[in-house]
C-alpha cells in the first residue's frame, strides 16, 4: 500500500496542480481555513513554471450572468454582511452562487446567534439561543441534495447544518459524499474528523481513494491517540516530498506531545492562551491564572483552559479555587481525565488519599494505560495501607509502560517493607535493566538505591559474585559509594574465612536475561512509549 | 431493633430540610408569567371592594404562584378562575391589552406598579412585596434590548393558546450552543446525549421553561423534605432526575442539585450516580465555603471533613464495609487535625455503628462516644450512643431495670430538646425490649404510643413525617402481637400500610418483609400445611440467614426428617454461641429437646430444658421461660410424674394467659388438662369423678383458643380426649357430639399415625 501511495505522490507536480486550483475555489467561496490548509502545502512543494499553471476554468453561461451580482456579494460577505450578500444572491443559479448565498445565510445566523448570547435574558435563556436560519437551510439543502443538484461545496455545506443540528448520523453520510465528491476540500475531511469517534467507524467507512486521504488518515490516528501509527504515516508523508510542510512538522509535534498527554492542550493553542502558557513556565501562577481567566471569558467553554488554571491554582496552593476550576473542566467535557487527576491530585495534598481514589480511578478509567494514573493509585493505596492493591498497581503502571519510571522502583520498595526480599530483588533487577536499556542518564539517584539493596541481598543469600559485582557498581554513584565499599570489605572478609559461595541457581540476577525468572515480565503495551519519548 | 442511626440527611448546608441561600448570581428574574403574577397582585390591591371569601381564597393563592414553576396563561387563568371569576377576567383584559398595545404599555405598568402597593396593606417587607420589589429591580436592571425581548415574549406568551404551531416549536428544538469548537461540542454531546434526550422527552408534554433559582431552590427544598419524610409523596425517581438534570443544565452552580441528586438515586440503589453526586457536591460546595474563611472551623476545611464523613456513611449504606471503614478513618484523621471535636463525634459514633455493622463487639467505643459527646454538650450523638448501649446491654441480658431508666433517663433530655427523631427511637427501642421479655401488653402499649404521638417537629408540605425506621420497626411488631392473637385481618391491614408506606426498594422494607414471612410461615405451620411453609424457609434465609435456618429445622421436624433436623440445629447451636444471639439459643435448645422427645429420648431432654431454662431466666425472657417450664412439664408427665407437671403448668399458666399467644395458652391448658387426667387416673375413686370434670373444664377453654386459631390437629386431639373423659364420666349425648366432631376433623385431616399426641 505504501508502495502504490509513494507511485500516487510521485507526480507532485500533478498535487501541486491540484492544490493550486483548490486554492482559488475556496477563495471565491470564502472558505478560508480550507485555503489556509491548501496554500500551506502548496508552499512545501516546488514552485510551478509559469506554462505549468493551471488555467482558471471556464466560465459557464450562467457563471457570466451571475458575474456582478457574485462580485457584490462576495465583498459584503468579506465585510461579513451577510444578510446582503445573501440577499443580492436570491436569483442567482450558478453553483458558486448558490453556494455562497446559502453559507452566507448560515454564517448571519451563526453570528446573529453570537450576538444574542451577549445580550440574552440572563440565565433563563442560556444554552437556548440557537442559530433559527439552520431548520430553513436543512429544508431547502436536503430538496437540492434529492435532486441530486449539489456539488461538492454545497454537500459539505449540507453536512455542517446537519451537524450543528445534531443529526449526526446524517452529517456523516453527506460530509463522505462531499468528500467523495472533492476529494481536495480539506475542509469536508475536517468535519469528518470530528464525527469519527473509534477506529471500527473510521473502518466501516468507504473513503475516496486520493492523496489527501492520507493527510486525513493521518489526522485521524493522531485523534484516535493511535499515535504510532500517525508517526508512521506522517513520516511516509514527509518522504514522499512533503518534508517541508510546516502542517505536517507541526502535526508531528502534537503527536508527540499526545504521546506525553497533553494533547488536546497544544491543538487548541489557538483558542488558549498562549500568554498564560508563556507565564505559567515562567512560574509566573497568578499572571497565568488572569490570563486563563480571560480566555475563558472569551470561550467558557474552552477545553484546556479551565484544566490549565486549575494547575496554575494548584502551583498557588490554592486548592479550593483548584477545585473549582477543575470542576468547571469537567462539566465542559466529562472525558478531561486532565481535570480529573487533577482534582485527585488535590485531594491529595489536602491528606485525602481514600477521597482522591475515586477521581484518580476516574483518570485511570478514561487512560488505561496511562502509567501515571496507575502510580497515584498505588501511592494512595499505599497511605491506606492497601499494600495488595498497591502492589497490583504499581506493577499494572510497569505493564502498560511506565513514563516516569518509578512504579517498579515503589513496587521494589513497598516489597521491601512488607519483607518480601525476593520480589524486591527482582523488582531491583528489572527497574535497573529498564534504566539501563533506555541508555540515557536519568535523573534518578535511585540506581544507588537499588544496587545497594541487590548487593545486600545477594550477600545474603551467599551469591558473593554477584554482591561483589552489585558492590562495585555502586561505587560509581557518590550517595552510595561508602556502602559500596563496606559490603566489598564484608564480601572479602567472608572469602577469606573459606566459605563457598551458593550456587543456588533460582535466584535471580541482574546480569541473567529475566526470561528465567518468575515473574512475569510484560511489556505487550499498545502504546510503547519508551521508543516514542523523544 | 431500631437502629440508632439516621443522620443520613446531615448536611452542613440543610437545616430540616431547607437548602441555605446560596450565593451565586442572579436569583430572580423577570419572565411572563411573573408579569400575569404581577398583574393579578395589582388588580387585587387596586379592587377594593371584593368578598371576603374570593380575598381569602386569592390571599392563600399568592405564595404558591409566586414560588411555584412558570404556567402557561391558559393554566394561570385557569387556577385564579377558581378562585375568583370576576378576578380573571380582569386580569386577562390588563394582560392582553398590555400585550396587543406597544412596549410603552408595558412599561408604563411597571411605572405604576409600586404605586398601588404603597397605599395597600401589602408592605415592603411582606413576601408580596418583597416580590414586588424583586420584580421591578430585575426590570429594571434589563437593558433596552432585553426589555424588548422580555416584550416580544410577553405577547408571545398571551398568544400562545391561538396560535399552536407557534408553540409547538420549542419541545422539537435541539439545543445549539455557541461553540466554535467543533471536536470540544462533539465529545460533549456524546456525553450529554441521554440526559438531553430525557429532558427534550419531558419538554414535549409540558412545555416548561427553565426554573429560576428562586423557583429551583423551593423546588430542593421541597423535594428534599418530602423523600426525608415521605418518600411516597415526592416525585419519581426518574422524573425528580430529569427535573434536576434541568436545573443543573441552566444553572451549574446549583450544588444543592447535586445533593438532591445524592439522595435521589441512593432511593434507586444506584451507588455509580449517588458517590458522584456526592463528591460533586461537596467539590461545589467547598468552592461556595472558600470565599472568606478558609480553613477555620467553618467553610472549607470543614466541608472537606464533612465531605470525607459523607463517603463513608454512603459506602455503609451499600454494605462496602471495608470502604466505609477506610473513608472514616480519612474523615477522623482530617478532622483530628484541624481539632473539629463535633466531627470527630460524629466519626466516633459512625465507628461503633460500623463495628456493630460488621459484628463485632462496640461497646467500649460506645462508652467512649457518649462520654465524650456529655462532654461536648452534643446532646443528639451522646444519647444516640446510650441507645445504641441499651441495643447492646439488652442483647447480653443486662438486667432489665437499668436498660429502662437509661433510656427514660435519655427520654426526660429528648423532650427537654425536643429530639422528636429520638423519642421515636426510644419509644420503638422500648417496645422492642418489652416485646423480648415476653410482655406482649406493654410492647403493644408502646407501639401504640408511638404510633398516636404527634410529631414534635413542624409539618411543612402537609407531610408528617412517618417512614423512619422506628416506625417500621413498631409497625411490625404491632403486626406479630396480632398475628400471635390470631387477628389475620388486622395482621393483613399492618401489612398493607407497611408496603404502602415503606415500598420494597426503600432501606427499611427488609423489615416488614421478614416479619410478614415470619407470620405466613407460622401459620402455614399451625395449619399443618407444611408444603406453603416450605417457599417462604427459602425467603426467610434470604433476609436473614439464622431465622432461616432455624425455621428450615422446624419444617424438617414438622415432617419427620428428623436426622437433618437436628444437623441443622447443631450447626445453628454453634452459629449462636458464637454470636451470642441468646433467643435463638434458647429457641434452639427447645427445639432439640422436642426432637428427643420424637424418639422418645424424654430424660435426655431434661438438662438441655434446665440449661435453656438457666438461660432464659437469666436474661429475663419471660415468654421463652414460660415456654421452657411448659416443656419441662411435658417431659415430666412423659416420665410419669404429673404431680410435678401439674405444679409446673399451673404455675406459668397465668404468665402464659396474660402475655403468650394463642397457641402457648392453648398449649399450655391442654398440658394442664392431660396432667388432671393424669393424677386422676391415679386418685381415689370420690374424687376421681370431679378431677376428670376439671380435666373436661380445661380442654373446654383450650379449645377455644385452638378453634380460634383454627388449628384444626389440636383440635381434633382435643375432641378425642373430650370424648374419652365424657365416656369415663357416663355423659353418652356429650361423648357422641365429641366423637362426631372427631370423626370430621379426622376425615378431614391427613392420619397423623399418632392417636394421642406426643407433643406439646
Not at chain 1, 453570528?111 to 435574558?121: A, M
Request: include cysteine.
Amino acid at each position: 500500500m505504501a508502495a502504490m501511495r509513494s507511485s500516487e505522490f510521485g507526480d507532485l507536480v500533478q498535487i501541486k496542480k491540484q492544490l493550486i486550483s483548490i486554492i482559488a475555489q475556496c477563495k471565491e467561496r470564502g472558505l478560508v481555513h480550507s485555503v489556509k490548509w491548501a496554500s500551506e502545502l502548496s508552499v512545501s512543494l516546488d514552485a510551478l513554471p509559469l506554462n505549468e499553471i493551471p488555467a482558471a476554468p471556464e466560465l459557464t453561461e450562467e457563471d457570466a450572468r451571475d458575474l456582478d451580482a457574485l462580485c457584490l456579494a462576495k465583498s459584503h460577505f468579506e465585510l461579513k454582511e451577510y444578510d446582503r450578500a445573501a440577499y443580492f444572491l436570491r436569483g442567482c443559479r450558478s453553483q458558486k452562487a448558490y453556494f455562497l448565498y446559502m453559507y452566507s445565510r448560515y454564517l448571519s445566523g451563526e453570528k446573529k446567534k453570537d450576538d444574542e448570547t451577549v445580550d440574552s435574558l440572563g440565565p433563563l435563556e442560556k444554552g437556548q439561543v440557537r442559530n433559527e436560519a439552520l431548520r430553513e437551510l436543512r429544508v431547502e439543502l436536503s430538496k437540492k441534495h434529492s435532486a441530486g443538484e449539489l456539488d461538492g461545496f454545497g454537500l459539505y455545506l449540507y453536512g455542517v447544518v446537519l451537524r450543528k443540528l445534531d443529526l449526526l448520523k446524517e452529517a456523516v453520510e453527506i460530509f463522505v459524499a462531499a468528500t467523495h465528491a472533492l476529494p481536495l476540500h480539506w475542509g469536508s475531511w475536517l468535519e469528518l474528523c470530528n464525527l469519527i469517534t473509534n477506529i471500527e467507524m473510521l473502518k466501516s467507512l468507504s473513503l475516496p481513494e486520493c492523496w489527501v486521504r492520507d493527510f486525513f488518515m493521518a489526522h485521524m490516528f493522531t485523534e484516535l491517540q493511535m499515535i504510532k501509527e500517525a508517526l508512521q504515516k506522517y513520516q511516509s508523508l514527509m518522504e514522499a516530498g512533503f518534508a517541508k510542510s510546516t502542517y505536517i512538522i507541526s502535526q508531528i509535534a502534537v503527536a508527540y506531545h499526545n504521546i506525553r498527554g497533553e494533547g488536546y492542550l497544544q491543538k487548541r493553542v489557538f483558542c488558549c492562551p498562549l500568554t498564560g502558557n508563556y507565564y505559567s513556565l515562567r512560574s509566573q501562577h497568578e499572571k497565568a491564572a488572569l490570563y486563563f481567566q480571560r480566555a475563558l471569558k472569551l470561550n467558557p467553554r474552552c477545553l484546556g483552559a479551565w484544566t490549565l488554571m486549575g494547575h496554575e491554582y494548584m502551583e498557588m496552593k490554592n486548592t479550593s479555587a483548584a477545585i473549582q476550576a477543575y470542576r468547571h473542566a469537567i462539566e465542559v467535557n466529562k472525558r478531561d481525565y486532565r481535570a480529573w487527576y487533577g482534582l485527585g491530585q488535590t485531594y491529595e495534598i489536602l491528606k485525602m488519599p481514600f477521597y482522591s481514589l475515586y477521581y484518580y480511578r476516574k483518570a485511570h478509567h478514561l487512560r488505561p494505560n496511562d502509567s501515571r494514573m496507575l502510580v497515584a493509585l498505588g501511592e494512595c493505596y499505599e497511605k491506606l495501607s492497601q499494600q495488595v492493591e498497591a502492589k497490583k498497581c504499581y506493577w499494572r503502571a510497569y505493564s502498560v509502560g511506565d513514563v516516569e519510571r518509578m512504579a517498579l522502583l515503589k513496587l521494589a520498595k513497598l516489597h521491601e517493607q512488607l519483607n518480601e526480599s525476593d520480589d524486591a530483588a527482582q523488582c531491583y533487577i528489572i527497574y535497573i535493566q529498564d534504566i539501563f536499556s533506555c541508555g540515557e542518564q536519568l535523573e534518578h539517584a535511585e540506581v544507588s538505591t537499588a544496587l545497594r539493596y541487590l548487593g545486600q541481598y545477594y550477600f545474603k543469600n551467599k551469591l558473593y559474585d554477584e554482591a561483589s559485582l552489585c558492590a562495585q557498581r555502586c561505587c560509581d554513584y557518590n550517595d552510595a559509594r561508602e556502602e559500596g565499599k563496606a559490603l566489598l570489605r564484608q564480601i572479602s572478609a567472608v572469602r577469606e574465612q573459606g566459605e563457598p559461595s551458593s550456587t543456588d541457581l533460582s535466584l535471580p540476577s541482574v546480569f541473567n536475561p529475566l526470561i528465567n525468572t518468575t515473574t512475569p515480565v510484560r511489556r505487550a503495551s499498545p502504546l510503547d512509549l519508551s521508543s516514542g519519548t523523544p | 431493633m431500631a437502629s440508632v442511626h439516621e443522620s443520613l440527611y446531615f448536611n452542613p448546608m440543610m437545616t430540616n430540610g431547607v437548602v441555605h441561600a446560596n450565593i451565586f448570581g442572579i436569583k430572580d428574574w423577570v419572565t411572563p408569567y411573573k408579569i400575569a403574577v404581577l398583574v393579578l397582585l395589582h388588580e387585587m390591591s387596586t379592587t377594593k371592594p371584593m368578598a371576603l371569601l374570593d380575598r381569602r381564597r386569592l390571599n392563600k393563592l399568592i405564595l404558591p404562584l409566586q414560588q411555584g414553576p412558570d404556567l402557561t396563561l391558559e393554566q394561570f387563568l385557569k387556577i385564579v378562575e377558581e378562585c375568583c371569576l370576576r378576578m380573571v377576567n380582569a386580569v386577562k383584559l390588563k394582560l392582553l391589552l398590555m400585550a396587543d398595545g406597544e412596549l410603552q404599555d408595558m412599561e408604563h405598568f411597571f411605572t405604576i406598579l409600586p404605586n398601588a402597593f404603597s397605599d395597600s396593606e401589602a408592605f415592603k417587607t411582606s413576601v408580596v412585596g418583597l416580590f414586588m420589589r424583586q420584580m421591578l429591580l430585575a426590570y429594571n436592571k434589563l437593558s433596552f434590548s432585553q426589555v424588548y425581548k422580555l416584550y416580544k415574549s410577553l405577547q408571545q406568551y398571551c398568544h400562545r393558546d391561538n396560535q399552536p404551531e407557534l408553540s409547538a416549536l420549542p419541545a422539537e428544538d435541539m439545543e445549539l450552543t455557541s461553540n466554535e469548537d467543533p471536536s470540544a461540542d462533539h465529545i460533549d454531546k456524546d456525553e450529554l446525549d441521554t440526559a438531553s434526550l430525557h429532558q427534550s422527552e419531558l419538554r414535549s408534554d409540558e412545555t416548561r421553561g427553565p426554573l429560576s433559582q428562586k423557583q429551583a431552590e423551593y423546588f430542593l427544598a421541597r423535594q428534599a423534605y418530602l423523600l426525608k419524610n415521605d418518600e411516597n409523596k415526592a416525585m419519581s425517581p426518574a422524573k425528580l432526575q430529569d427535573e434536576l438534570n434541568n436545573i443543573l443544565k441552566f444553572n451549574p452552580d446549583f450544588a444543592e442539585a447535586h445533593y438532591l441528586s445524592y439522595l435521589n438515586s441512593i432511593r434507586v440503589q444506584d451507588i455509580y450516580i449517588s458517590t458522584h453526586s456526592l463528591l460533586h457536591y461537596f467539590d461545589r460546595l467547598i468552592l461556595s465555603g472558600g470565599e472568606g474563611k478558609s480553613n477555620g472551623d467553618e467553610g472549607y476545611g470543614r466541608s472537606l471533613r464533612y465531605a470525607v464523613l459523607n463517603l463513608a456513611t454512603l459506602h455503609c449504606r451499600f454494605g462496602h464495609y471495608q470502604q466505609a471503614d477506610l473513608a472514616l478513618q480519612e474523615a477522623i484523621r482530617i478532622a483530628q487535625e484541624a481539632n473539629d471535636h463535633v466531627c470527630l463525634q460524629h466519626c466516633l459514633s459512625w465507628l461503633y455503628t460500623l463495628e456493630q455493622l460488621k459484628g463485632s463487639d462496640s461497646v467500649v467505643l460506645t462508652e467512649d462516644s457518649v462520654k465524650i459527646a456529655a462532654h461536648f454538650c452534643l446532646p443528639y450523638l451522646a444519647s444516640l450512643g446510650i441507645q445504641s448501649l441499651v441495643k447492646q446491654g439488652a442483647k447480653q441480658g443486662m438486667p432489665a431495670n437499668k436498660l429502662l431508666d437509661a433510656l427514660r433517663g435519655t427520654d426526660i433530655m429528648h423532650w427537654k430538646q425536643s429530639l422528636s427523631e429520638l423519642i421515636e427511637i426510644s419509644l420503638a427501642q422500648t417496645t422492642s425490649i418489652w416485646r423480648m421479655y415476653g410482655k406482649s401488653t406493654m410492647a403493644r402499649q408502646q407501639a401504640q404510643l408511638l404510633l398516636n404521638m404527634n410529631s414534635l417537629e413542624p409539618v411543612n408540605f402537609s407531610v408528617q413525617q412517618n417512614n423512619t425506621e422506628a416506625f417500621a420497626v413498631a409497625l411490625c411488631h404491632l403486626a406479630e402481637l396480632h398475628a400471635e392473637q390470631g387477628l389475620y385481618a388486622v395482621v393483613s391491614d399492618i401489612m398493607k400500610h407497611l408496603k404502602q408506606q415503606f415500598p420494597p426498594h426503600t432501606q427499611h422494607a427488609k423489615l416488614w418483609m421478614l416479619c410478614d414471612l415470619k407470620i405466613q410461615f407460622e401459620k402455614a405451620m399451625n395449619d399443618g400445611k407444611y408444603h406453603l411453609a416450605e417457599p417462604h424457609v427459602t425467603a426467610i434465609s434470604a433476609l436473614n440467614s439464622t431465622e432461616g435456618l432455624y425455621r428450615k429445622a422446624q419444617l424438617l421436624k414438622a415432617l419427620n426428617q428428623t436426622s437433618e433436623a437436628s444437623k441443622i440445629l447443631q450447626q445453628l447451636q454453634q452459629q449462636c454461641e458464637k454470636s451470642k444471639n441468646i433467643e435463638m439459643t434458647i429457641r434452639v435448645m427447645l427445639a432439640s429437646a422436642e426432637l428427643h422427645w420424637d424418639s422418645s429420648g424424654f430424660a435426655t431432654a431434661l438438662p438441655l430444658l434446665l440449661q435453656a431454662l438457666s438461660l432464659s431466666r437469666q436474661h429475663n425472657l419471660q415468654s421463652l421461660t414460660s415456654e421452657t417450664l411448659l416443656h419441662l412439664a411435658f417431659t415430666q408427665l412423659m416420665l410419669g410424674i404429673p404431680e410435678q407437671a401439674l405444679v409446673l403448668v399451673q404455675d406459668v399458666l397465668e404468665s402464659v394467659l396474660a402475655h403468650g399467644s394463642l397457641i402457648d395458652k392453648g398449649r399450655a391448658l391442654l398440658l394442664a388438662a392431660r396432667c388432671q387426667m393424669a393424677l386422676a387416673g391415679a386418685a381415689a375413686q370420690e374424687h376421681r369423678l370431679t378431677a376428670l370434670e376439671q380435666a373436661v373444664h380445661t380442654l373446654d377453654e383450650a379449645v377455644v383458643y385452638f378453634s380460634q386459631l383454627d388449628c384444626k390437629e389440636r383440635m381434633r386431639d382435643i375432641h378425642y380426649l373430650q370424648a374419652r373423659l365424657h365416656h369415663t364420666l357416663g355423659n353418652i349425648a356429650q361423648r357422641n357430639k365429641c366423637s362426631m366432631l372427631f370423626r370430621l376433623l379426622d376425615q378431614e385431616l391427613p392420619s397423623s399415625g399418632m392417636t394421642v399426641v406426643s407433643h406439646l
